[in-house]
């Protein structure tokens, strides 16, 4: 795979993909795992590398897009590129770890807190009771019993009153 630091972009499908020497570079060429890196949509300016990004609650469905991260949001890992608002950009995950497919409970949107649910499937965190906090979503589900991307961590116990 090639990280996404190269010199001029290319449109396909209203997306705006980074191109080096006629190679369309993206961290992530199919649907599945990732390895430590994925691309997705900038929906502000990165101006500088090695930010912060998290998820953009303002953008629902697929390709996801991340923003800066602001104090007390949620990081899902450091944009490696400068690009502008609408450029795919490669973010390296925190932790680094592989992403992994999951079973959704719920309809789940990219950017949810997930937590073990019924039948060894994940939902997103409710705020309430005691829960086993799992991962991130990275990918969304539509309904329940969908399969999507997650970056995982070790199971944390969380009890809520």
Do not use: W, Y
Request: charged content about 20%; glycine content about 12%.
């Amino acid at each position: 795979m090639i990280n996404c630091n190269c010199a001029e972009d290319r449109r396909i499908e209203g997306t705006v993909l980074m191109e080096t020497n006629g190679i369309i570079a993206v961290a992530n060429c199919a649907d599945g795992t990732h390895d430590g890196n994925c691309t997705f949509i900038a929906s502000q300016n990165l101006n500088v590398r090695n930010l912060l990004v998290s998820f953009d609650e303002t953008s629902v469905g697929s390709p996801a897009r991340v923003r800066p991260c602001s104090a007390g949001g949620l990081p899902i890992g450091v944009a490696t590129d400068e690009v502008e608002a609408g450029q795919a950009v490669n973010v390296h995950f925190l932790g680094g770890g592989e992403t992994v497919s999951m079973v959704a409970a719920e309809p789940i949107d990219p950017g949810a807190v997930l937590v073990a649910s019924d039948g060894g499937k994940v939902e997103e965190f409710a705020d309430e009771g005691e829960v086993h906090l799992v991962g991130i979503a990275i990918g969304s589900a539509i309904s329940a019993g969908d399969r999507f991307e997650v970056l995982p961590h070790v199971s944390v116990p969380l009890s809520m009153e």
